[in-house]
């Protein structure tokens, strides 16, 4: 039995919007066809996108949703009349009419996932970020060349954000993803653990692990830091640029050097007429 994730904003049970789910045996929830509303919703195996209606949104969600990396095949719903606008750039895995029985529902769901899984069993076990490199065969993470000295649950907690450069993760995601379900602490334990990865990758690199005011934490790749280093230095040198030339322009030229004055010519004695 899988987890499906049904994102729809018809008031409808999951049930209307592809009515072979209630005839398979997948736990479905359902969720508002958006992209801040994936922000609190737990992971899936599988998100269905509810197409049957209001293509151009559908279209810009289904993007929106392949940029920041959910993790897990996006099977686009759509009525026979849809699939004449559906293209490669929409970002989907597959295709599933609204009107598709069971056994075809239960087949490309099942291929979907297969295919999700072969492409991870084929990723490298090491995941690098510009100087950041993470090595899941021995458990170790470099930064320079420099092996960082990390706990397992930090290097757990810096694996698993680098895995997904650039998405925003809650505390409680984190905490679940990370420390799992059996966990009983709060969220209190993400910000201790962050805080101290932050400490270990130094001033120059703490910048790595972003944080989204009131939403969580993310992993910000090296070249964003980067440019936001180089705007910051601008910035701090465009006030003194501009106060360089205040002050030269306040300053009064240095007035000319008087033109020198030649000493008087003596006048020539004529001699004395005898």
Known sequence: MSSLLLLTNALQPSTEVLPALGLLL???????????????????????????????????LCQLLRSTGPGCPLVLVVTEGGLAAVTADWGIDDVLLDTAGPAEVEARLRLAMGRQQIVADDSPMEIRNGDL???????????????????????????????????????????????????????????VHVRRLRAKLGVEHE?????VRNVGYRFVTPEKVDRAADEE??????????????????????????????PPKEAAVRPAQR
């Open 233 to 262: 230095k601008a910035k701090a040198a465009r006030p003194r640029a501009e106060g360089e030339r205040e002050e030269g322009a306040g300053k009064a030229a240095p007035a000319a050097a008087p033109a020198p004055v030649s």
């Open 133 to 191: 490199s993470v090595d899941e065969a021995t458990y170790s993470a470099k930064l320079k060349g420099r092996v960082l000295d990390l706990t397992f649950k930090e290097f757990e907690l810096l694996k698993y954000l680098a895995q997904h450069p650039g998405r925003v993760f809650t505390r409680a995601q984190l905490l679940q993803e990370v420390w799992g379900y059996d966990y009983f602490g709060g969220t209190r334990t993400v910000d």
């Open 207 to 211: 910048s790595l692990i972003g944080t």
């Open 26 to 60: 997948h736990n479905v929830r359902v969720a508002p066809a958006e992209g801040p509303a994936l922000v609190d919703t737990p992971g899936a195996d599988v998100i269905l996108i509810d197409g049957r209606r209001d293509l151009p949104q559908v279209r810009s």
